[in-house]
């Protein structure tokens, strides 16, 4: 299947997401209606389309109903679970789009909960007030200042009119808001690198931590005859040496990579309206290939976890092979949250370089 930035539109039932999604395309391809709700559970149908060149896919999902929070939360998260960062880059859902409908004038505790939800599980998350014709600019701001408060995170807000109407007086309604939208998705793909990219090496050096572990598990296990503190010690320490040296900046360097290889292909067919931080015919591997020497990875890595006071700590007060086995189990937890607070930070700031690059 073709390599496309997918965006998926979320929201309560009858706010016009599938209106909205025939807005962009152009065409009706989605169902729509009122009265009761219209797209089905499960379904997440799409649309393919090229915006600006950039190969977009966007799906449809089933709406919030009064009383059906947990479903629809079920719903969404089975879905969601598929297209996490542990997938192919491609199958990701890289950027939410959040309706609200602006005539309303309401969002509720839970839909800014969920909101806060994707943007934990670091999504790029965007508003969007559909049928904004039906709604005044105060309320507009209105219900923008309720999202800024409470919801953490850098959101854009967009209003938008999915459907042209003739009033009871003659008058037309005309849509709006396209224009917004595709500036928006244009520049959302790079949000999402930013967002989506460091979770995912968490992920994979999360994995990397454990299959470690377990393998020194392992190795304790079976070694418990000759079993000697002292012997033990060296040998973890020279093996953790090896470890962030060797894998860690492997693995790290070779996620940067690719990810940035699938990006790549995007940026190729890109005119980057409104952002030409890449300088014309420039790519994202050639900009990192200048700007991320291994060194710099290394640097990236180079932080507490794998600190010998760390490790020290953990190994002195051990005796029996029971306690080397929990406090292998310890360092496992403690690295996780050094990895947490300290590589991943770096690798979005990284990323922020690069595209600073050139500019
Ligand atoms: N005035 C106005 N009406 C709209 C707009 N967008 C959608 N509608 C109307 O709102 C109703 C619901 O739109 P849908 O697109 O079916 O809503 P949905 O969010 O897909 O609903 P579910 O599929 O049930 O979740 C339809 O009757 C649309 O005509 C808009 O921007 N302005
Ligand atoms: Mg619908």
């Known amino acids: 299947m073709k390599k496309r930035y997918n965006v998926v539109v979320v929201g309560r039932t009858g706010v016009g997401k599938s209106s909205f999604i025939n807005y962009i395309y152009g065409q009706d391809v989605m169902k729509t209606g009122t009265g009761k709700p219209v797209t089905e559970k499960d379904a997440f149908e799409c649309?393919?389309?090229n915006i600006n060149?950039?190969?977009v896919r966007i799906f449809d999902s089933w709406g919030l109903e009064a009383d059906?929070?947990?479903?629809?939360?079920k719903s969404l998260e089975k879905e969601f679970e598929k297209r996490d960062v542990t997938s192919d880059i491609s199958d990701w859902f890289h950027t939410v789009f959040y309706c609200i409908s602006a005539g309303s004038g309401r969002v509720q505790d839970f839909e800014i909960e969920t909101m806060n939800e994707f943007i934990k599980k670091r999504y790029k998350v965007n508003v969007i007030f559909t049928k904004a014709d039906q709604s005044s600019e105060a309320e507009i701001k209105e219900l923008s200042e309720v999202i800024d408060e409470e919801v953490k995170g850098e959101v854009e807000k967009i209003p938008v009119c999915n459907e042209e109407k003739?009033?009871?007086?003659?008058?037309?309604v005309e849509q709006f808001g396209k224009e917004k939208i595709i500036k928006m998705i244009d520049k959302g793909f790079w949000d999402s690198i930013k967002m989506r990219l460091p979770k995912r090496v968490e992920q994979k050096i999360f994995d990397e931590v454990d299959a470690w572990c377990l393998e020194q598990k392992e190795y304790i296990e079976e070694s418990v005859n000759l079993f000697n503190a002292k012997k033990m010690?060296?040998?973890?320490?020279k093996k953790m040496e090896e470890f962030k040296d060797e894998t860690l900046v492997e693995l790290i360097n070779k996620e940067i990579k690719d990810i940035l290889k699938v990006y790549n292909i995007f940026v190729e067919n890109i005119s980057f309206e409104g952002d030409k931080s890449f300088g014309e015919g420039k790519s994202f591997v050639a900009v990192y290939n200048k700007a991320i020497t291994l060194e710099v990875i290394k640097a990236i890595i180079t932080v507490a976890p794998f600190h010998p006071i760390l490790f020290k700590g953990l190994f002195n007060r051990l005796k029996g092979k029971k306690n080397i086995l929990k406090a292998i189990d310890g360092f496992n937890k403690k690295m996780k949250k050094e990895i947490q607070l300290g590589v991943i930070p770096k690798i979005s700031d990284v990323l922020e370089e690069i595209k600073k690059e050139d500019r």
């Open 233 to 237: 010690k060296k040998f973890m320490k």
């Open 68 to 73: 059906k929070h947990e479903e629809w939360k």
């Open 166 to 172: 003739k009033l009871m007086n003659g008058n037309k």
């Open 53 to 55: 060149d950039l190969p």
């Open 47 to 49: 649309i393919e389309i």
